[in-house]
C-alpha cells in the first residue's frame, strides 16, 4: 500500500478506475446469470408459497438496478463521444471566430446563407428530367392520332377509328357490338337509343374508354346525360384494372412477342425450325396488343407501320426480338411497364436458362452467373432506351437511386459516366458522393474512385467535410494510386529506384518513406488546387505542415505568409476587406453553418441588421447580361460556335417562358434576395433545369442565354429606334432593359430612386465642374467587391 493510501485509508488506491471497471464488467457478467437464477427462484417462490403459507420470497437487490444505470449512462458518454464529431467542427468554428468582429462573423454568415440558397437551385436542377408520359397520357395521344386503328364507327355521319381490343376490353356494349363485325377494317354504323347524344358527346365517350377521365372543364358535355349513357353502354372498370385484364389474358391480343435465339438465326434456319416463320426456335411468345405497343414506344409504333406495309393486318403481328440484345428473362417486366407503368424486378425469370449479355458480363466482371438486383436495374434501363419506353428507362433509374449506397457508388459512377448509362443517375452519384464524403473517406472506397470524380466533388462550394478532411482524403487517395502503380510496375521485387532507396518493398506493408513524394506530387497536382489551403482548421494541423514540408502543397496558406497572420486569416474568409484578393468562397459545410448561426441569433444580431443594411445597398456579383450595352455572349465568345444542338426558336421561346416562371418560384427569388448570392451563378442553375426539363444536353443553356440576350439586344435596339431624340443625350448612362422575370438587378435599381427623369429639355452636358451623379453604374461597379475565385470571372461591362 501506498504512503497516500495508508494516511487516506478510504481514499482510492492507484488503478482504482481499472478496478472499478473490472468489477463492473464482472457484476455485469454475473448478473445476467444472477437474474437468470432469480427468476428461477422467484418461479420456484410462487410454488413455494402457495404450499408454505409462511414463506415469503426474498426482496430484489437494488445494487444490480445501481450498476446498470452506471453503466447506461456510461455508454451514453460513448455514444455521444463518438457522435461528437460535429461538436468539435463546431467548437474548431469558434476557436477561429473568436477573435473577429462581430461584424465580421455576420460576413462570413451572410456568406453561407448565399450558398444555402444557391444549393437549393443546385439540387432542383440535378434532380430535373423530362417527365415520362403515363398509360393515360400515352393512350389518350393514341385516340387523337390514331395509330394501327384496326376498326371504323360510324355515327351522324362522322367516322371514328378505333382499337378493337382496347374498345372491346373497355366496354361490354361494343365488345357485343364489335363480335358481330369480324375482320380488320370493320365499319360499323352506330344508332343509339339516345338521342340527344351528338357527335362531340359521342367523341367524349370514346376518350373516356381511352383514358378514363372526363373532362369536366368542358361545359358543353351533360354530366346527366352521360349518366343514363351509363345504363345504356355499362359501367366500365377502372382502366388499370382493364389494362391488367388484358395483359394476364391476353384476351384481344393481336400481337406477340417472340424471344429467339438470334445467333443462331442469323447464319441461317436451323434444322428444327421449319414450322418457324422467321427461321428462327421459338423460346418465348408472349401476346400483347398493338395498340398498346404503338402508344407506349415509338419504336414499336414505328416497327408496326413498316410490318402493316408488307404483310396481311388480318393476321397476328409477331415481333421477334434477338434474345442477346434483349434477354427473355425480361419480357415480363418489360410488358407489366408497358400496361402497367410499373417497373417490378420480382418479375424477372430466374430460371436456370441463360442468355442475354448481362449475365455473361456478370460472369466475367463478377464471376458470378446471375447478376445483382442494381445490375439487372442498369441493363433494363439500357433496354428501356433502345426501345423507348421512358417509363421504363426511369423506372429504372429510380430503382438504381434507391440501390445507391456506399458500397454501390463506384459502380454506378463508373456506369453512370459511360455512353449507354443515365447522366441522371450520374447527378444523383455525385450529389451522393458531396453528402457523404465523410463516411466515403473513411472507407475502401475511396480508392475505388477515380480521379475525375474526386476532382468533380472537390470543385463544388457544397462538399459535406471539413477542408483538414478533404485534404486528408486527397493524400490518402494519392498514397493508394502511388502504391498501385508501383505494383503494376513490378517495384515490390527490386530496389526502388523512384524513391532513391536502397532496399525493397515487400507486399506486407508499405511506409511513407518508401514512396516517392516527387511522383507523389505529380499524382496530386490536379486534386490539390482545388483544396481551399486558407480553410484548414486548425490553421496549424499537423497534416497541413506535413505535406508543406514534404513539397506536396506548392503555396502554403496565406496566414503562414507575412507578418499579420491573423488579418490574413479573417481576409481568407470573407470577402469586401481591404486585401481582397486573399477571398477564398468558403464551402457550405453544415456543421460550421449551423455554429454559425447560433453565434449570430445569440450575440450578434444588431451588428448582423446594420451589416446586411450596408450590403444591400452593394451586390457583389451582378448579373450584367440584363444590360443593353452587351452585343454578344459572355467575354465576346461565341457559344453556338461550341455546335450543341441548338433547338428551334419556337422551343427556344418556350425554354424561356420556363425560365421565367422558375425565375418567380420562391426558391428563386430568395436566392436573388441575398446580398451576397450570385447572380450569374443562380440564372446558369435556372437554365440547366430548363434544358434537363427539356431532355436537352447541358451545353444548350449556353445557346438558351445567348438568344435571351440576343433578344433583349434586338428589342432595346427597337425601342433605341423608335426614340430618336434618347440618341442626343450625353449625361445619362445607358437604360437597363427589364429581365424577362421582372426583377432588376441592385445597380439597375438605384437610378429608379431618385424620381422620375428628367424631361429632354432640362437635360444639360456634364462638364465635369459639378457633382457627380448620386448613383451610376461606374460607382456601383466600383463600391461592389469582386466574386469568388472558383468561379469564373466574369466578364467586364463596357461603358459609354
Not at 691 to 705: K, W
Amino acid at each position: 500500500m501506498s504512503i497516500f493510501g495508508c494516511l487516506f485509508p478510504c481514499a482510492p488506491q492507484p488503478g482504482w478506475r481499472e478496478g472499478l471497471e473490472s468489477e463492473r464488467c464482472m457484476s455485469e457478467r454475473m448478473g445476467a446469470s444472477a437474474s437468470a437464477s432469480q427468476g428461477a427462484e422467484g418461479a420456484a417462490g410462487l410454488d413455494l408459497s402457495q404450499n408454505l403459507p409462511g414463506f415469503e420470497p426474498p426482496a430484489p437487490r437494488e445494487k444490480k438496478k445501481r450498476v446498470t444505470g452506471f453503466a447506461t449512462l456510461k455508454k451514453k458518454f460513448i455514444r455521444r463521444r463518438r457522435s461528437s464529431k460535429a461538436c468539435d467542427h463546431g467548437r474548431i468554428l469558434r476557436e477561429l471566430v473568436s477573435d473577429w468582429s462581430p461584424v465580421e462573423v455576420a460576413a462570413l454568415l451572410e456568406e453561407y446563407d448565399a450558398l444555402q440558397a444557391l444549393k437549393d437551385l443546385c439540387v432542383q436542377a440535378e434532380l430535373a428530367r423530362p417527365p415520362a408520359a403515363t398509360f393515360k397520357q400515352d393512350l389518350s395521344s393514341l385516340y387523337d392520332f390514331k395509330y394501327c386503328t384496326d376498326a371504323d364507327l360510324v355515327y351522324r355521319g362522322a367516322c371514328f377509328p378505333i382499337h378493337r381490343a382496347l374498345v372491346s376490353a373497355r366496354c361490354p356494349y361494343f365488345r357485343d357490338l364489335l363480335a358481330g363485325c369480324p375482320g380488320y377494317g370493320a365499319r360499323i354504323c352506330l344508332d343509339l337509343r339516345s338521342p340527344s347524344v351528338d357527335v362531340q358527346l359521342f367523341s367524349a365517350l370514346l376518350r373516356y374508354l381511352y383514358t378514363g377521365d372526363i373532362c369536366h372543364h368542358n361545359g358543353s358535355i351533360d354530366l346527366n346525360l352521360l349518366r343514363r349513357l351509363r345504363e345504356e353502354f355499362g359501367s366500365p372498370n377502372p382502366l388499370e384494372d382493364d389494362l391488367r385484364y388484358l395483359l394476364d389474358s391476353g384476351d384481344h391480343a393481336d400481337a406477340a412477342l417472340v424471344f429467339t435465339e438470334g445467333a443462331d438465326g442469323l447464319l441461317g434456319p436451323r434444322p428444327d425450325s421449319a414450322g418457324s416463320e422467321y427461321g428462327f426456335r421459338p423460346r418465348l411468345e408472349l401476346p400483347c396488343h398493338r395498340a398498346v405497343l404503338a402508344a407506349r414506344s415509338p419504336f414499336f409504333r414505328s416497327l408496326l407501320a413498316r410490318r402493316a406495309r408488307i404483310q396481311e393486318e388480318r393476321q397476328p403481328t409477331r415481333i421477334v426480338l434477338d434474345e442477346g440484345v434483349i434477354p427473355k428473362r425480361y419480357a415480363r417486366v418489360l410488358l407489366h411497364a408497358v400496361y402497367l407503368d410499373q417497373v417490378d424486378l420480382n418479375l424477372i425469370s430466374r430460371g436456370g436458362c441463360g442468355g442475354g449479355l448481362g449475365e455473361a458480363q456478370a460472369l466475367a466482371h463478377t464471376g458470378r452467373a446471375r447478376p445483382s438486383p442494381l445490375e439487372e436495374a442498369m441493363e433494363l434501363y439500357q433496354i428501356g432506351r433502345f426501345l423507348e419506353l421512358d417509363i421504363l428507362a426511369q423506372g429504372c433509374e429510380d430503382l438504381i437511386l434507391e440501390a445507391l449506397s456506399l458500397d454501390t457508388l463506384p459502380s454506378v459512377l463508373q456506369w453512370s459516366r459511360q455512353p449507354y448509362g443515365s447522366a441522371w443517375v450520374h447527378r444523383q452519384a455525385l450529389h451522393f458522393l458531396r453528402e457523404e464524403f465523410q463516411p466515403v473517406a473513411q472507407s475502401p472506397v475511396l480508392h475505388q474512385l477515380d480521379k475525375e470524380h474526386i476532382i468533380e466533388v472537390l470543385k463544388s462550394p457544397f462538399l459535406q467535410a471539413s477542408e483538414l478532411e478533404v485534404l486528408q482524403a486527397v493524400l490518402k487517395w494519392g498514397e493508394h494510386e502511388l502504391i498501385r502503380r508501383m505494383e503494376d510496375r513490378g517495384m515490390f521485387s527490386e530496389p526502388n529506384v523512384v524513391s532513391h532507396t536502397a532496399h525493397s518493398v515487400t507486399r506486407k506493408g508499405v511506409k511513407k518513406r518508401d514512396l516517392s513524394d516527387i511522383e507523389l506530387r505529380e499524382i496530386l497536382s490536379d486534386l490539390l488546387p482545388w483544396v481551399r489551403m486558407d480553410h484548414v482548421l486548425p490553421p496549424n494541423s499537423e497534416v497541413l505542415l506535413q505535406a508543406i514540408r514534404r513539397g506536396l502543397v506548392s503555396t502554403p496558406p496565406s496566414h503562414m505568409i507575412g507578418g499579420e497572420r491573423e488579418n490574413l486569416r479573417v481576409n481568407a474568409w470573407i470577402r469586401g476587406s481591404k486585401m481582397n484578393g486573399l477571398f477564398v468562397q468558403p464551402r457550405l459545410f453544415i456543421p460550421y453553418y449551423d455554429e454559425l448561426k447560433v453565434l449570430v441569433e445569440d450575440q450578434l444580431v444588431q451588428e448582423a441588421e446594420i451589416l446586411r443594411g450596408r450590403r444591400a445597398r452593394c451586390g457583389p456579383d451582378p448579373d450584367i447580361s440584363y444590360m443593353t450595352d452587351i452585343r454578344g455572349g459572355p467575354s465576346g465568345v461565341d457559344v453556338l460556335s461550341s455546335a450543341p444542338p441548338v433547338p428551334d426558336a419556337a422551343a427556344l421561346n418556350t425554354m424561356l417562358k420556363r425560365e421565367q416562371k422558375l425565375r418567380q418560384a420562391p426558391g428563386c427569388q430568395l436566392a436573388l434576395s441575398m446580398p451576397l448570392g450570385s447572380r450569374a451563378e443562380i440564372g446558369r442553375q435556372i437554365r440547366l433545369r430548363v434544358v434537363r426539363e427539356f431532355n436537352l444536353p447541358d451545353n444548350v443553356a449556353e445557346a438558351l442565354e445567348a438568344y435571351r440576350i440576343g433578344t433583349l439586344t434586338e428589342e432595346n435596339s427597337t425601342a433605341g429606334r423608335r426614340s430618336p431624340a434618347r440618341r442626343r443625350l450625353v449625361t445619362p448612362p445607358r437604360r437597363l432593359a427589364e429581365p424577362p422575370d421582372g426583377r432588376l438587378p441592385d445597380v439597375a435599381m438605384a437610378p429608379s430612386t431618385l424620381g422620375p427623369p428628367p424631361a429632354p429639355s432640362e437635360l444639360r452636358l456634364d462638364l465635369g465642374d459639378g457633382p457627380p451623379p448620386r448613383a451610376t453604374l461606374r460607382a456601383a461597379y466600383r463600391l461592389c467587391p469582386p466574386g469568388p475565385p472558383f468561379a469564373p470571372p466574369a466578364p467586364v461591362p463596357r461603358f459609354l
